[in-house]
Protein backbone atom coordinates (compact mmCIF):
# COMPACT_ATOMS: atom_id res chain seq x y z
CA UNK A 1 0.00 0.00 0.00
CA UNK A 2 3.26 2.47 0.62
CA UNK A 3 3.68 2.45 -3.22
CA UNK A 4 0.03 3.33 -3.72
CA UNK A 5 0.09 6.45 -1.60
CA UNK A 6 3.32 7.73 -1.69
CA UNK A 7 1.83 7.53 -5.57
CA UNK A 8 -0.76 9.23 -4.56
CA UNK A 9 0.58 12.14 -2.95
CA UNK A 10 2.89 12.88 -5.76
CA UNK A 11 -0.14 12.99 -8.27
CA UNK A 12 -1.90 16.11 -5.14
CA UNK A 13 1.78 17.89 -4.93
CA UNK A 14 1.84 17.78 -8.91
CA UNK A 15 -1.54 18.93 -9.27
CA UNK A 16 -1.33 21.48 -6.24
CA UNK A 17 2.26 22.58 -7.99
CA UNK A 18 0.14 23.47 -11.61
CA UNK A 19 -2.71 25.08 -10.04
CA UNK A 20 -0.44 27.31 -8.12
CA UNK A 21 1.55 28.00 -11.74
CA UNK A 22 -1.83 28.69 -13.43
CA UNK A 23 -2.83 31.22 -10.70
CA UNK A 24 0.57 33.19 -11.07
CA UNK A 25 0.50 33.16 -15.09
CA UNK A 26 -3.26 34.53 -14.89
CA UNK A 27 -1.97 36.83 -12.50
CA UNK A 28 -2.35 40.23 -14.51
CA UNK A 29 0.63 42.49 -15.49
CA UNK A 30 0.39 45.25 -12.96
CA UNK A 31 -1.56 48.56 -14.80
CA UNK A 32 1.30 51.29 -15.49
CA UNK A 33 1.12 54.17 -12.85
CA UNK A 34 -1.33 57.13 -13.11
CA UNK A 35 0.48 59.79 -14.73
CA UNK A 36 1.80 62.48 -12.50
CA UNK A 37 0.00 66.10 -14.39
CA UNK A 38 2.36 67.78 -11.83
CA UNK A 39 5.57 65.97 -11.86
CA UNK A 40 4.76 66.09 -15.86
CA UNK A 41 4.36 69.99 -15.64
CA UNK A 42 7.81 70.39 -13.37
CA UNK A 43 9.64 68.30 -15.64
CA UNK A 44 7.60 70.00 -19.03
CA UNK A 45 8.59 73.49 -17.75
CA UNK A 46 12.63 72.10 -17.03
CA UNK A 47 12.91 70.30 -20.51
CA UNK A 48 10.34 71.75 -22.92
CA UNK A 49 8.77 75.16 -22.06
CA UNK A 50 11.74 77.23 -23.49
CA UNK A 51 10.73 76.24 -27.47
CA UNK A 52 7.36 74.97 -26.79
CA UNK A 53 6.29 77.81 -24.24
CA UNK A 54 4.62 76.70 -20.74
CA UNK A 55 1.56 76.11 -22.14
CA UNK A 56 2.24 74.09 -24.79
CA UNK A 57 0.95 76.49 -27.27
CA UNK A 58 4.37 77.41 -29.05
CA UNK A 59 4.82 80.75 -31.01
CA UNK A 60 7.43 79.91 -32.78
CA UNK A 61 6.53 78.50 -36.18
CA UNK A 62 9.34 76.09 -36.26
CA UNK A 63 8.72 74.58 -32.87
CA UNK A 64 5.43 72.58 -32.78
CA UNK A 65 2.68 73.00 -30.74
CA UNK A 66 1.92 70.38 -28.10
CA UNK A 67 -1.21 71.72 -26.06
CA UNK A 68 -3.91 69.01 -26.36
CA UNK A 69 -2.09 66.84 -28.09
CA UNK A 70 -2.61 62.68 -27.75
CA UNK A 71 -0.64 61.50 -25.22
CA UNK A 72 -0.02 58.53 -26.85
CA UNK A 73 1.83 60.48 -29.73
CA UNK A 74 3.81 62.32 -27.63
CA UNK A 75 4.80 59.40 -25.94
CA UNK A 76 5.86 57.41 -29.16
CA UNK A 77 7.80 60.66 -30.25
CA UNK A 78 10.05 60.68 -27.34
CA UNK A 79 11.05 57.75 -27.27
CA UNK A 80 11.62 57.50 -30.64
CA UNK A 81 13.71 60.98 -30.37
CA UNK A 82 16.43 58.96 -27.17
CA UNK A 83 16.33 55.71 -29.33
CA UNK A 84 17.21 57.82 -32.66
CA UNK A 85 14.49 56.44 -34.66
CA UNK A 86 13.34 60.18 -35.15
CA UNK A 87 16.27 62.04 -36.54
CA UNK A 88 17.39 65.80 -37.93
CA UNK A 89 16.36 67.34 -34.52
CA UNK A 90 17.60 68.77 -31.91
CA UNK A 91 15.03 66.79 -29.29
CA UNK A 92 17.20 63.40 -29.36
CA UNK A 93 19.25 65.58 -26.77
CA UNK A 94 16.51 66.94 -24.71
CA UNK A 95 14.46 63.18 -24.39
CA UNK A 96 17.58 61.28 -23.77
CA UNK A 97 17.77 61.70 -19.89
CA UNK A 98 13.69 61.07 -19.71
CA UNK A 99 12.51 58.19 -17.78
CA UNK A 100 9.88 55.80 -19.53
CA UNK A 101 7.80 57.89 -16.40
CA UNK A 102 8.89 61.29 -17.28
CA UNK A 103 7.82 61.04 -20.77
CA UNK A 104 4.18 59.73 -19.78
CA UNK A 105 3.96 62.40 -17.21
CA UNK A 106 5.16 65.13 -19.52
CA UNK A 107 2.49 63.76 -22.60
CA UNK A 108 -0.19 63.85 -20.03
CA UNK A 109 0.33 67.34 -18.66
CA UNK A 110 0.35 68.60 -22.35
CA UNK A 111 -2.52 67.25 -23.16
CA UNK A 112 -4.31 68.48 -20.43
CA UNK A 113 -3.54 71.76 -22.13
CA UNK A 114 -6.07 73.72 -24.50
CA UNK A 115 -4.49 74.28 -27.63
CA UNK A 116 -5.33 77.99 -28.67
CA UNK A 117 -6.68 78.42 -32.02
CA UNK A 118 -4.78 79.64 -35.00
CA UNK A 119 -5.78 80.99 -38.51
CA UNK A 120 -5.00 80.51 -42.10
CA UNK A 121 -2.99 83.07 -43.78
CA UNK A 122 -2.85 82.87 -47.06
CA UNK A 123 -6.48 83.04 -48.78
CA UNK A 124 -4.90 82.62 -52.12
CA UNK A 125 -4.43 78.92 -51.59
CA UNK A 126 -7.31 77.84 -48.88
CA UNK A 127 -9.19 76.14 -51.55
CA UNK A 128 -6.76 74.26 -52.68
CA UNK A 129 -5.58 72.83 -49.05
CA UNK A 130 -9.21 72.43 -47.69
CA UNK A 131 -9.72 70.23 -50.75
CA UNK A 132 -6.70 68.20 -49.80
CA UNK A 133 -7.47 67.97 -46.73
CA UNK A 134 -11.21 67.11 -47.61
CA UNK A 135 -10.73 64.90 -50.47
CA UNK A 136 -7.22 64.22 -51.10
CA UNK A 137 -5.80 64.41 -54.66
CA UNK A 138 -7.60 61.67 -56.32
CA UNK A 139 -4.95 61.72 -59.62
CA UNK A 140 -1.99 61.51 -57.69
CA UNK A 141 -2.98 58.68 -55.18
CA UNK A 142 -3.13 61.36 -52.37
CA UNK A 143 -5.78 60.25 -49.62
CA UNK A 144 -7.77 63.11 -47.71
CA UNK A 145 -6.16 64.46 -44.74
CA UNK A 146 -9.66 63.82 -43.06
CA UNK A 147 -9.92 60.38 -42.92
CA UNK A 148 -7.30 60.21 -40.61
CA UNK A 149 -7.47 63.10 -38.45
CA UNK A 150 -10.76 63.48 -38.40
CA UNK A 151 -12.51 66.24 -40.60
CA UNK A 152 -12.10 68.80 -37.93
CA UNK A 153 -8.12 68.00 -37.31
CA UNK A 154 -8.33 66.69 -33.74
CA UNK A 155 -6.97 63.27 -34.77
CA UNK A 156 -8.03 59.93 -32.95
CA UNK A 157 -6.15 58.96 -29.74
CA UNK A 158 -3.38 56.25 -30.14
CA UNK A 159 -3.38 56.13 -34.09
CA UNK A 160 -3.41 59.65 -35.66
CA UNK A 161 -1.99 62.86 -34.23
CA UNK A 162 -4.09 65.84 -33.65
CA UNK A 163 -3.37 68.49 -35.96
CA UNK A 164 -5.61 71.44 -36.19
CA UNK A 165 -3.83 74.62 -35.21
CA UNK A 166 -0.32 73.33 -35.82
CA UNK A 167 2.15 75.54 -37.20
CA UNK A 168 1.88 75.59 -41.21
CA UNK A 169 5.74 76.33 -41.25
CA UNK A 170 6.08 72.86 -38.91
CA UNK A 171 3.84 71.20 -40.97
CA UNK A 172 4.81 71.79 -44.47
CA UNK A 173 8.75 70.48 -43.02
CA UNK A 174 7.02 67.58 -41.48
CA UNK A 175 5.34 66.37 -45.10
CA UNK A 176 8.33 67.80 -46.89
CA UNK A 177 10.20 65.52 -44.73
CA UNK A 178 8.10 62.40 -45.03
CA UNK A 179 7.91 62.77 -48.93
CA UNK A 180 11.44 62.92 -49.47
CA UNK A 181 12.71 60.37 -47.00
CA UNK A 182 14.37 62.23 -44.69
CA UNK A 183 11.78 61.52 -41.72
CA UNK A 184 11.47 57.80 -41.45
CA UNK A 185 9.61 56.91 -38.01
CA UNK A 186 6.23 56.62 -39.89
CA UNK A 187 5.31 53.79 -42.03
CA UNK A 188 2.00 55.35 -43.34
CA UNK A 189 2.82 59.22 -44.21
CA UNK A 190 5.83 58.50 -46.70
CA UNK A 191 2.91 56.86 -48.71
CA UNK A 192 0.59 59.88 -48.18
CA UNK A 193 2.34 62.34 -49.06
CA UNK A 194 3.96 60.82 -52.02
CA UNK A 195 2.40 62.04 -55.18
CA UNK A 196 2.23 66.05 -53.45
CA UNK A 197 4.17 69.03 -54.44
CA UNK A 198 5.44 71.79 -52.97
CA UNK A 199 2.86 74.13 -53.31
CA UNK A 200 0.12 70.85 -52.43
CA UNK A 201 2.11 70.57 -49.36
CA UNK A 202 2.17 74.20 -48.19
CA UNK A 203 -1.90 74.84 -48.83
CA UNK A 204 -2.93 72.21 -46.79
CA UNK A 205 -0.21 72.94 -44.29
CA UNK A 206 -1.78 76.86 -43.94
CA UNK A 207 -5.28 75.08 -44.02
CA UNK A 208 -4.75 72.78 -41.16
CA UNK A 209 -3.30 76.32 -39.15
CA UNK A 210 -6.80 76.98 -39.30
CA UNK A 211 -8.03 74.14 -38.27
CA UNK A 212 -10.54 74.27 -35.03
Not at 21 to 26: F, K, L, P
Not at 117 to 125: C, E, I, R, S, W
Request: net charge positive.
Amino acid sequence: MKPVISFAASLISAAMLAAAGSAVAATPAAAPAAPNLEKGKASFNAVCAACHAADGNSTIAANPVLAQQHPEYIIKQLQEFKENKRKGTVMAGFAAPLSDEDMRNIAYFVHSQKAKPQAATNKDTLALGEKIWRGGIIARGVPACAACHSPNGAGMPIKYPRLAGQHAGYTELQLKEFRDGIRTNDKVMPEVVNGMNDAQIKAVSDFIQGLR
